[in-house]
């Protein structure tokens, strides 16, 4: 029996050290980021309260794989060590043990609650939108994103420029001509729809990927925390130029926000324009 334990050990050891090796070459790109950065590893940094929820499901996930892994891993080894051929010359011929299957029954039953009870937290999260303060609309064509804000008599289409257009710093397949302009710690509820095949609207960073389905309207929502570009794609292969079609969010304070409606010339700002110079009869 201390041979296979020293033999464990050294399995591990070997496995500390190449996890080590794996970390050091990989260091660079482990940061966090708000944009697809090349070699990324892992999510994009969160921005609302949703992805930071996905990203809390994404950790308990990944240390109950890694549990059971780890089990798999040791019970295999011993199995192999302790009914080698030279300990076990006679092999045995048990057909069932009662206990044994209550338990590999039991267990991943108790392991699939443990699982479902933050998923479905995190459905109801995700799908329920309070008190929205601002709607957009964004509806997908062949191969474009056309956005609406509903409640200030604004749309305009939004195209990928492209790459012989780009200025400097402008990212290559993300940037667009208009993009969408948002403020941040505000309720925002985004609905998406589409004109001729199936969409999907979907920005990592806010945990968000909705599919946009013509004739039907879906509701997603987001609260940004951070200011910024925020950039996204569509995530449903809709036809030949589907990778040229990107969603990019420019979250402003909330007043530059209402100076952006201002010059887009929204509701709000001609009632405001209104009273602040009546007409003289």
């Known amino acids: 029996m201390l041979d296979f334990w020293e033999y464990i050990k050294k399995m591990f050891g070997m496995l500390h050290r190449s996890l080590a090796l794996i970390f050091l070459v990989l260091f660079p790109v482990l940061g966090f980021c ?15 309260p949703v992805m930071e929820k996905v990203n809390e499901l994404h950790t308990i996930l990944l240390w109950v794989i890694f549990v059971i ?17 030279k300990r076990n010359p006679i ?8 206990l044994i299957e209550v338990i590999w029954t039991v267990i991943p039953v108790v392991i699939l609650i443990f699982i479902g009870i933050p998923s479905l937290r995190l459905i109801y999260y995700m ?31 939004s195209y990928m420029i492209k790459t012989a257009d780009l200025k400097p710093g402008q990212k290559r397949l993300l940037e667009v001509d208009r993009p969408v302009v948002l403020p941040v710690n505000t309720n925002i509820r985004i609905l998406t729809t589409s004109a001729d095949v ?9 945990g ?5 389905v013509p004739g039907r309207l879906a509701e997603v929502w987001a609260r940004i ?3 910024g570009n925020y950039y996204g794609q569509c995530y ?15 979250v402003v304070s909330r007043e530059e926000y209402d100076q952006w409606i201002k010059e887009k010339g929204g509701k709000k700002a001609k009632a405001d324009a209104s009273k602040n110079n009546p007409t003289k009869l």
């Not at 708000?34 to 609302?48: H, K, M, S, V």
């Not at 449903?236 to 420019?250: D, L, R, V």
Request: glycine share 4%; aromatic share 16%; proline share 7%.
């Open 225 to 227: 925390t951070k200011t």
């Open 127 to 157: 799908d329920k939108v309070d008190e929205p303060e601002i709607t957009i609309k964004a509806i997908g064509h062949q191969w474009y994103w056309e956005y609406e804000y509903p409640e200030e008599d604004i749309s305009f289409d």
């Open 208 to 212: 968000i990927k909705q599919d946009s």
């Open 69 to 85: 892994a780890v089990f798999v891993a040791a019970l295999l080894l011993y199995t192999g060590w302790r009914f080698h051929e």
């Open 198 to 206: 199936i969409h999907s609207f979907g920005v990592p960073a806010f």
């Open 91 to 98: 092999p045995s011929k048990t057909t069932h043990n009662t």
């Open 236 to 250: 449903e292969i809709c036809g030949m130029n589907h990778s040229f079609m990107p969603i990019q969010i420019k």
């Open 34 to 48: 708000t944009e697809p950065e090349p070699w990324q590893f892992g999510f994009q940094d969160a921005a609302t």
